[in-house]
């Protein structure tokens, strides 16, 4: 067989793994601390299951009791994914009142198509360095330092020494390939499209409403399991014949449907182009945040939220669920963090996606100024530079 060259590319000071929500958050974070930053994807759209995944839904920002509880980029993201494109946040938090909301909490509808296309112009915009099609597959782990990550490109197998790295995979395959310690996640077997047929055509002609043409048209289980095929349990994902049992299962279950359909009557807008497990894998970091902490008062928070689920729930971030010091420049981010039980329900959503990056970015930025590794960082220090950047903390 013949050898493999691994190319090598420049250095950068902080690198960040996954083009999702988390991604795009801790890059800029990054960037915006001074920090020599690139992000890598694997597709060549950016957004994750946002975009690509089709769930175009930002979840509440507040706790549906009038009160904003995410602030910071995660606040930006909300505003950037509808800048070009459809909307219904409510008028309170800044929507235009042209289509209605679905409720008053400060959460919106958006184009998963333009959201992408804007996030591009989002980074460019913050001075991060992108690199689209690139899968990164091992870090390059030596004495509990992660010296650079290995890719492979269309130009063949590439490495990329970093001084920290960030992983926003949603999948946590760079932190478990570190030898940091993990655990996977359970998911219903679902599949949603988006449609239009021709009743929405006409009441799109009627309203002006192009919320219609992003219908959601669901196979299988809501995120309760309401809905799992019979006979099918809830899949752990750890290997590519998971990921096709479950994208096969799928596709499959929608053409049935369509074959049924009168062909002329209706379109699938789009369909999934990334599997929309919800759980896939998760650190387990210094601190394992659970869901407990409803109204407690951490000492090292970088941020608060609530629950997009129900309204009233206040919640701290702990710095410590976004790292395991086993490998000292490695922060996670997104729905990899380290959240177990109802945790992992709370903080796997948008809004709190972007919580996460954005403290995980900043924190890595100050790591490569302070010459620490991620647990001898001054939280003080992060929650400075994150309450400066305007995230609210308490």
């Known amino acids: 067989m013949q050898e493999i060259e691994n190319k090598r590319m420049p250095e950068y000071d902080v690198i960040v793994v996954g083009g999702g929500v988390a991604g795009v958050a801790a890059a800029v974070a990054a960037s915006r601390n001074g920090a020599k930053t ?90 991060v360095s992108l690199r689209l099609d690139t899968l990164a597959t091992y870090p390059d782990v030596e004495d509990g330092i992660c010296k650079g990550i290995l890719v492979e490109t269309i130009g063949g197998r590439e490495y990329f020494p970093a001084k920290m790295v960030v992983d926003a995979t949603g999948d946590a395959c760079i932190c478990h390939r570190a030898g940091i310690p993990t655990e996977l996640g359970d998911n219903y077997f679902s599949y949603i499209t988006h449609e239009i047929d021709d009743k929405d055509a006409e009441k799109l002609a009627e309203t002006g409403d192009f919320r219609i043409t992003r219908k959601w048209k669901s ?109 000292g420049n490695l922060f996670a981010a997104g729905r990899v963090i380290s959240a177990k039980d109802d945790g992992w329900e709370l903080t796997r959503v948008i809004p709190v996606a972007a919580l996460s990056g954005e403290a995980a970015g900043t924190a890595a930025a100050l790591c490569v100024k302070e010459k620490c590794g991620n647990h001898e960082l001054d939280v003080k220090m992060l929650q400075k530079s994150l309450k400066e950047a305007g995230v609210k903390l308490k």
């Open 38 to 127: 690139l992000l890598m994807e694997k597709t060549v759209i950016l957004g994750g299951l946002a975009t690509i995944g089709l769930i175009n839904w930002y979840e509440p920002l507040c706790d549906g009791e009038g009160n904003q509880m995410v602030t910071g980029i995660a606040e930006e993201l909300i505003k950037l994914s509808v800048k070009y494109g459809l909307e219904s946040l409510p008028v309170k938090w800044g929507g235009e009142g042209k289509y209605p909301p679905r409720g008053e909490r400060y959460a919106t509808h958006f184009s998963p198509n333009i959201f992408a296309l804007a996030l591009i112009e989002y980074l460019e915009e913050n001075g």
């Open 219 to 327: 196979a299988g289980s809501d995120m309760l399991g309401n809905g799992q095929p019979e006979g099918k349990t809830t899949m752990q994902v750890s290997t590519a014949d998971d990921v096709t049992e479950y994208m096969v299962w799928g596709g499959k279950k929608v053409l049935n449907r369509l074959k049924s359909e009168d062909k002329n009557s209706r379109e699938v807008v789009s369909i999934p182009a990334m599997p929309q497990f919800r759980k896939i894998r998760r650190i387990i970091g210094e601190i394992e945040f659970d869901g407990s902490e409803d109204g407690v008062a951490i000492e090292n928070s970088v941020g608060t939220f609530g629950d997009f689920r129900k309204a009233g729930r206040h919640f701290q971030l702990p710095y410590a669920s976004l790292y395991n010091r086993k490998v």
